[in-house]
């Protein structure tokens, strides 16, 4: 892995990559480069990463979700059954994802964990 910082601009910022150990290029178009409109040549990896951090943050954000209207809305809310079947689906989905991550075992989904556990969360989710 490896950060670009990029200077000379009031932004200021940089760019986080995957480093195939290969010759690789980067490159943009957009004089306001995201991890939307790079351009990686002879390197998938990156966009492999990207597709798993937004696989795995959009089950995050669903668990937020659901745990925080569960904590909220009692057992007697017509809604609350929604919500428990919810928080617990995104428990399952989230402790699925994480053994794609061990049946991939690569370097990609290793850095995903190291960053989880910088952030604080594990490969399981608790309440």
Partial sequence: ???????????????????????FSVSCDSNKPDNTNIIYKNNSGNAELNELLKIQEKILSRYDLML?????????????????????KQKKDYELFQRSLNKRSDYISEFIRIVNI?????TMLYT
Avoid: C, Q
């Fill in 118 to 122: 910088t952030n604080g969360i594990g």
């Fill in 1 to 23: 892995m490896g950060r670009w910082l990029i200077t000379g601009t009031k932004e200021g910022g940089g760019l986080d990559m995957y480093i195939p150990g290969n010759d």
């Fill in 68 to 88: 925080a209207a569960k904590n909220i809305f009692t057992s007697k809310d017509h809604h609350y059954p929604v919500f428990l079947d919810e928080y617990e």
